[in-house]
């Protein structure tokens, strides 16, 4: 059966880059729910009309809203074997809406949590430098770039985000935890949450979760 991943985790837990391994080894399109909405209103129909105009107001796109978007965005081809969803579901009304979705398509949902200590976190997000081309994302002290200030991957120049700073920083982690608390103990109530430890080197996360996947393709 083809899957929906959802990989959630703290600020600086690694799931982007396990969310760019997957796709690049299952073929898997990463969808983005801000990218679609930005991309959506752009276009001269019904729904982008809606779309902006709960924008211009200054407004969230409802639950409704943004299953319809996901819901017309993974009916394209390239989701028929499975996607991996960024920045949905954020709230247990949209993953209810999920799974009616994930029942229509004939898909399962596997929503991965990498779980690391905060106190590591702060450590790697301090120290964080990333490739604006490419995503790559490295640290000063615990995966630092083979020529100082570049990319491994693609030589382009690495860069700092201003709030990758102790107090910005401890910010977002409040926030994260106000935001997927509700969440992580919703899947963790139907036994659905799948856990990995992200305090481990980037390709021992991915095996671990290579694992689930290819697991949940057996059944």
Not at 59 to 68: F, M, R, T, Y
Request: with cysteine; aromatic share 6%; charged share 25%.
């Amino acid at each position: 059966m083809s899957k929906i991943v959802v990989i959630i985790g703290a600020p600086g837990a690694g799931k982007g880059t396990q969310a760019r391994l997957v796709s690049e080894k299952y073929g898997y399109p990463q969808i983005s729910t801000g990218d679609i909405l930005r991309e959506m209103a752009l276009a001269d129909t019904p729904l982008g009309n809606e779309i902006r105009s709960v924008q211009a107001a200054g407004k969230l796109v409802s639950d409704e809203i943004l299953a319809q978007v996901i819901r017309e965005r993974t009916l394209q081809p390239d989701c028929e074997n499975g996607y991996i969803l960024d920045g949905y579901p954020r709230t247990i009304s949209q993953a209810h809406q999920l799974e009616e979705l994930a029942a229509q398509q004939g898909k399962d949902v596997l929503f991965v949590r990498i779980y690391v200590q905060e106190e590591a976190l702060m450590k790697r997000l301090t120290g964080r430098w990333s490739c604006k081309k490419c995503g790559e994302i490295y640290n000063i002290e615990l995966r630092p770039p083979r020529r100082d200030g570049f990319c491994d991957r693609d030589g382009e120049p690495l860069w700092h985000r201003d709030d990758d700073n102790p107090t910005s920083v401890a910010r977002r982690f409040t926030a994260y935890r106000a935001s997927t608390t509700p969440l992580i103990e919703y899947y963790r109530e139907n036994g659905s949450l799948i856990q990995i430890n992200g305090d481990q080197p980037v390709a021992d996360v991915f095996a671990e979760l290579s694992a689930v996947i290819d697991g949940a393709s057996e059944k």
